[in-house]
């Protein structure tokens, strides 16, 4: 929790998105169904209209400042309300001021451009009140406490991690440092624009039980594997979010604005439990970086992984399929 020389307003702004459009090579505009964006999810998925080519896309925003913005006796004057798109892949920021509904009122709403040729992924969209607060221009006095992704590739407005996985033979691989892990049945690659696992296909047997689509003992073996391969997953982008922390002037650690931040903000709860993310994302750099506690803390990691895979659970039905199994075979 950042603390501020100044007054500020002690709840967050509450953001929606409210539609949705984009612009096609000639000029047209073609307005998306509601279906291009989740207010649960807090997601846009700018692939959901079925178009290659689009320009650009228009989203319709509308911003709630929290209760005393607009007190009379308020520490703050000059409020101005910014709608921030940040994309971490491309290092592009956008920003575009929104204009307030009414005089007095605490609902401000406009549009954000969304630049196809600026982005290759995901972005962040965030809002951030500023004001004039003790004679200084431009402070923060509040801003949405969770940010929306605004996905330019996707076709489904899900905010949760997305890993690609590609199906490869690693001794023939055309990329070469595949081939280093030929005798592995999977290999995730962290350093994609998303998270990449690959599976190796001279691995016998590994592809027709992936592909199985079965009920029985086969169907809970492949959710058995699947979930393992989740669990490595879900582990190797920990780490490998944590490795591209971007730092503060005081030491302090920055949440990433793109798939680095979601597992971060997804897995910390369980790595350090009980504390807010921004300070379990703190000791976890702390330990890190620091001389002790790093090691001690990968037994929390795996345990995070595994929840997210829901392994215990695809356990759970492998054995008891194979225990039927067995009363069967010695009926």
């Known amino acids: 929790m950042k603390i501020y020389p100044y007054k500020r307003l002690n709840r967050p702004v509450a953001l929606r998105v409210t539609s949705v459009s984009i612009k096609?090579?000639?000029g047209t505009r073609d307005q998306l169904?509601?279906?291009?964006?989740?207010?649960?999810q807090q997601t846009v998925a700018?692939?959901?209209a079925g178009h290659d080519d689009w320009v650009s896309a228009s989203v319709g925003l509308s911003a709630t400042l929290p209760p005393g913005a607009n007190d009379p006796d308020a520490a703050w004057s000059d409020l101005r309300v910014l709608a921030v798109l940040t994309d971490g892949e491309t290092n592009i920021r956008t920003s575009t001021a929104l204009g307030r509904d009414t005089e007095d009122g605490?609902?401000?709403?406009?549009?954000l451009e969304v630049l196809r040729d600026d982005h290759v992924g995901r972005a962040s969209l965030a809002v951030h009140v500023v004001a004039t607060v003790d004679g200084v221009r431009g402070r923060a006095v509040a801003e949405t406490d969770q940010s929306w992704?605004?996905?330019t590739v996707s076709d489904e407005p899900v905010r949760g991690l997305q890993l690609d996985v590609q199906k490869a033979s690693f001794r023939k691989s055309s990329r070469e440092w595949?081939?280093?892990y030929a005798d592995a049945p999977w290999i995730v690659d962290t350093s994609a624009r998303l998270p990449t696992v690959f599976v190796n296909t001279d691995v016998e047997g590994v592809m027709d039980l992936l592909d199985s689509g079965g009920s029985g003992v086969d169907g809970k073996v492949r959710d058995l594997l699947v979930a393992q391969m989740a669990t490595d997953a879900w582990t190797a982008v920990f780490h490998g979010a944590l490795g591209d922390l971007e730092v503060e002037p005081g030491g302090g650690p920055v949440f990433p604005t793109d798939w680095q931040g979601e597992v971060l903000r997804e897995m910390l709860p369980d790595v350090i439990p009980g504390v807010h993310v921004e300070e379990a994302l703190r000791e976890v750099h702390r330990r890190r970086t620091g001389d002790s506690g790093w090691v001690e803390l990968q037994t929390r990691v795996h345990y995070a992984a595994?929840?997210?895979?829901?392994?215990?659970?695809?356990l759970a039905y492998a054995i008891r399929s194979l225990e039927q199994m067995n009363r069967g075979s010695e009926t």
Do not use: H, I, K, M
């Open 24 to 26: 096609l090579p000639d």
């Open 178 to 180: 595949l081939r280093a």
């Open 33 to 40: 169904e509601t279906t291009a964006y989740s207010t649960q």
């Open 306 to 314: 595994v929840r997210r895979a829901d392994a215990a659970r695809a």
């Open 106 to 111: 605490r609902d401000w709403s406009g549009f």
């Open 46 to 48: 700018l692939g959901v």
């Open 149 to 151: 992704v605004v996905d």
